[in-house]
């Protein structure tokens, strides 16, 4: 399984990606590198080594621990999933150096999830500690990330668009890291320089269906209803003739570790499926599916899927979405199931902890027990980093400076 892992991620490492498609015209005397995401830094480096002397300032922000020294860009860390003060500053500093660029100037933005949370941008009167409450409401009602840019956007100066705004009339060149299941432009980290099909009615929309309306700040409610009533003007959207100058370019999504996970598992020795790269919904739900799927295959088997599952918070525990899966797993496995189960973020964290997903297996529940974590109780609690931490279960990785979504592997022994 960690054979598996390790050839995922290897496959999702940014620099040659970065090189395979950049490309900088030498018409382009200066140009500004910025960049937002827990890949950027990563994506930074490679593109410094394109762009060489060319390169005549830039900046980066990414999360904490994401971080690096570049000879001709700065990189800043930030506060990731919820936003703070220090990403505040960094999306000042992004809008600001966008803005020096001339008509001739090019605006290299890289761009990778996380890139959201870490870009606050409030539109005033909203206060970062309101935005903040925001995203902590919409991550616990269980919100998809398209649900969560769709309203993140319309309280913000940054995204939906409005960096490639700032930056006009300079061209603007983004190459993005997709963390999203379809890799739709807008969504990638809420789209900065991409036109934004949501409006202020769609965000609106988001918080009454996940049971928020009455629970947001009041500022956050004039705002969206001053947009909504043509108060407040709309982000970009598409078909701005702004986005002539503008081009965006996804070089690298989940199929790279998937593919790669597949080729793994061959190369193992395993007759090996891949069920989808779209794998989304409630963790422990899903978890329970691709359990029942893992079990039709033939041994030597292995049962491969990419993508993103949600997790609905109830409880008070600690954990991320991959932990959850894997729990779930681990409890609907029988003591006779010959079947490893592998769910991690190629991130390199899952949730607020160190942990990047989990290993389970058949006696994960009864190592647990041992250790004194009762497991249903942890999954009803929303801790799975708990009982996975006493079940010596979890796989933590560190950073890895890459984000393709997650990797879901299922092994079943002969």
């Not at 960049?35 to 390169?55: C, L, P, Q, T």
């Not at 422990?284 to 491969?304: G, K, M, S, T, Y």
Request: aromatic share 4%; with cysteine; charged share 20%.
């Amino acid at each position: 399984m960690r054979a598996i892992w390790d050839a995922a991620l290897a496959a999702g490492d940014v620099a040659p990606l970065v090189r395979r498609h950049l490309q900088i015209d030498s018409r382009y005397a200066r140009v500004f590198l910025l960049g937002a995401g827990k890949a950027s830094g990563a994506m930074a480096a490679a593109a410094e080594e394109v762009a060489g002397d060319r390169v005549a300032g830039g900046f980066v922000v990414v999360k904490d621990g994401y971080g690096g020294r570049l000879s001709r860009v700065e990189i800043a860390e930030a506060g990731h999933p919820v936003p703070d003060a220090r990403g505040l500053a960094a999306s000042a500093r992004l809008l600001d150096i966008a803005r020096s660029a001339g008509e001739g100037d090019l605006v290299l933005f890289l761009v990778s999830g996380g890139g959201s949370a870490l870009t606050p941008a409030p539109a005033p009167p909203i206060t970062l500690a309101e935005k903040q409450e925001v995203t902590r409401l919409l991550l616990a009602s269980g919100a998809t990330i398209g649900e969560l840019n769709a309203v993140r956007k319309h309280l913000s100066l940054f995204k939906g668009g409005q960096l490639a705004r700032a930056a006009a009339p300079a061209t603007v060149l983004t190459l993005a890291l997709s963390d999203v299941i379809g890799d739709p432009l807008d969504v990638i980290a809420s789209g900065p320089t991409a036109p934004d099909p949501a409006t202020f009615a769609d965000a609106l929309g988001v918080l009454a269906r996940r049971g928020l309306t009455d629970r947001i700040p009041a500022s956050v409610a004039r705002r969206l209803e001053a947009g909504c009533a043509g108060r407040i003007e709309e982000t970009p959207q598409p078909g701005d003739p702004l986005f002539d100058r503008v081009t965006n370019l996804v070089i690298g999504n989940n199929a790279l570790v998937t593919d790669a996970a597949v080729a793994a598992a061959w190369r193992l020795g395993y007759t090996t499926e891949l069920l989808t790269r779209e794998l989304q919904g409630e963790a422990r739900e899903v978890a329970r599916e691709f359990v029942a799927w893992a079990r039709r295959l033939p041994p030597p088997a292995c049962l491969i899927a990419g993508g993103e599952t949600t997790v609905t918070v109830r409880g008070q525990g600690k954990g991320g979405r991959c932990q959850e899966f894997a729990l779930a797993a681990a409890l609907e496995l029988a003591p006779s199931d010959r079947i490893t189960i592998l769910a991690a973020g190629t991130d390199g964290t899952d949730g607020p902890t160190d942990a990047t997903g989990a290993i389970v297996d058949a006696a994960s529940l009864a190592r647990g027990s041992a250790a004194g974590a009762d497991a249903r109780q942890a999954l009803a609690d929303n801790d799975a980093y708990r009982f996975l931490r006493a079940s010596e279960d979890l796989l933590v990785s560190g950073p890895t400076r890459t984000n393709l979504l997650d990797l879901y592997v299922a092994v079943r022994a002969a």
